[in-house]
């Protein structure tokens, strides 16, 4: 028996894998994509795929949105409320600045919906496993509604309060992530030129007080040497828009953040070296190149 309905715009790493576990969990879900495959991908998972978005606005009253990019997401609530169509509430996933969300929920206000502030802490992996934390903000009864929603993607689910404040909550996990994963290469790489086996520095940094959420993650693939296919969980030419909107939010706010300023270089060699597509952990590979390292 489903446990009701619930649309979802934007399938990709985390939308796909938030919308599968969704339809495993019991929900008739409802999606979108502009990339077919995509859909597809989504459709073999059980996801009813719709003509697009306002088409799965019409047919769920509460929608998950995750999109890539801040136009994406104002062409598509342009495009809703076009359609007419009566109450419904978004949540927002997505990392984006509080100004371009805050210009979506305006726009969807005047069209008679709610939209929520929901960014997630996790990666695309995470994301497969439930392994997500949901920061949600804005309207409280809405939240409510769509906390048995967010218990079948996430382990935990916050309400934040006034709307942004997802978004700022988001800003500081980020700005940690940001950190964690250029040090987890730093060490990575030092261990390997001082001649320790990749494996072994995973094994035992895992077990000691070095250990992160963050170094578990990318650890691994570091291990390997490789951050494309089955391993990819954030793309770097993605990350680097959410590091464009921490630093602007730190600045516009007054704050300081060397460790953080210090990481972004890394980050841009990344993508001017060819791993644009590739997972974020690749800036070990970047730090391997400036040390000499050849594996």
């Given at each position: 028996?489903?446990?009701?309905?619930?649309?979802?715009?934007?399938?990709?790493?985390?939308?796909?894998?938030?919308?599968?576990?969704?339809?495993?969990?019991?929900?008739?879900?409802?999606?979108?994509?502009?990339?077919?495959?995509?859909?597809?991908?989504?459709?073999?998972?059980?996801?009813?795929?719709?003509?697009?978005?306002?088409?799965?606005?019409?047919?769920?009253?509460?929608?998950?949105?995750?999109?890539?990019?801040?136009?994406?997401?104002?062409?598509?609530?342009?495009?809703?409320?076009?359609?007419?169509?009566?109450?419904?509430?978004?949540?927002?996933?997505?990392?984006?600045?509080?100004?371009?969300?805050?210009?979506?929920?305006?726009?969807?206000?005047?069209?008679?919906?709610?939209?929520?502030?929901?960014?997630?802490?996790?990666?695309?992996?995470?994301?497969?496993?439930?392994?997500?934390?949901?920061?949600?903000?804005?309207?409280?009864?809405?939240?409510?509604?769509?906390?048995?929603?967010?218990?079948?993607?996430?382990?935990?689910?916050?309400?934040?309060?006034?709307?942004?404040?997802?978004?700022?909550?988001?800003?500081?996990?980020?700005?940690l992530v940001a950190i964690h994963n250029v040090a987890s290469a730093e060490a990575m790489v030092l261990g390997i030129k001082?001649?320790?086996?990749p494996a072994q520095i995973f094994k035992l940094i895992q077990a000691g007080a070095g250990n992160s959420r963050v170094f578990?993650?990318?650890?691994?693939?570091?291990?390997?040497?490789?951050?494309?296919?089955?391993?990819?969980?954030?793309?770097?030419?993605?990350?680097?828009?959410?590091?464009?909107?921490?630093?602007?939010?730190?600045?516009?706010?007054?704050?300081?953040?060397?460790?953080?300023?210090?990481?972004?270089?890394?980050?841009?060699?990344?993508?001017?070296?060819?791993?644009?597509?590739?997972?974020?952990?690749?800036?070990?590979a970047v730090l391997e190149a400036m040390a000499g390292v050849k594996r």
């Open positions: 028996m489903s446990k009701g309905t619930v649309g979802f715009i934007g399938l990709g790493i985390m939308g796909g894998a938030i919308a599968k576990n969704l339809a495993a969990a019991g929900w008739q879900v409802i999606g979108f994509d502009i990339a077919k495959e995509r859909c597809a991908e989504a459709r073999a998972a059980g996801v009813e795929i719709a003509k697009d978005a306002p088409a799965v606005a019409a047919k769920a009253t509460n929608i998950l949105v995750s999109l890539p990019k801040p136009e994406a997401l104002a062409a598509t609530v342009e495009a809703i409320a076009d359609a007419k169509l009566p109450r419904r509430v978004f949540a927002e996933l997505s990392t984006f600045s509080i100004e371009d969300k805050s210009e979506a929920e305006a726009t969807l206000r005047a069209a008679g919906h709610v939209l929520l502030d929901c960014p997630l802490s996790g990666t695309g992996a995470q994301a497969r496993n439930r392994d997500l934390v949901v920061y949600a903000s804005g309207d409280a009864q809405a939240i409510q509604g769509l906390m048995p929603v967010f218990a079948d993607f996430s382990r935990q689910a916050h309400d934040l309060g006034t709307f942004g404040n997802g978004m700022k909550m988001k800003f500081v996990a980020n700005l001082a001649g320790l086996d578990e993650l990318r650890a691994p693939m570091m291990v390997e040497d490789r951050y494309d296919g089955d391993n990819l969980t954030m793309r770097n030419s993605t990350w680097q828009k959410d590091m464009k909107v921490i630093g602007e939010y730190a600045a516009s706010v007054g704050c300081p953040t060397p460790l953080f300023s210090a990481c972004e270089p890394i980050y841009r060699a990344a993508l001017s070296t060819g791993y644009a597509d590739q997972d974020t952990g690749a800036v070990c």
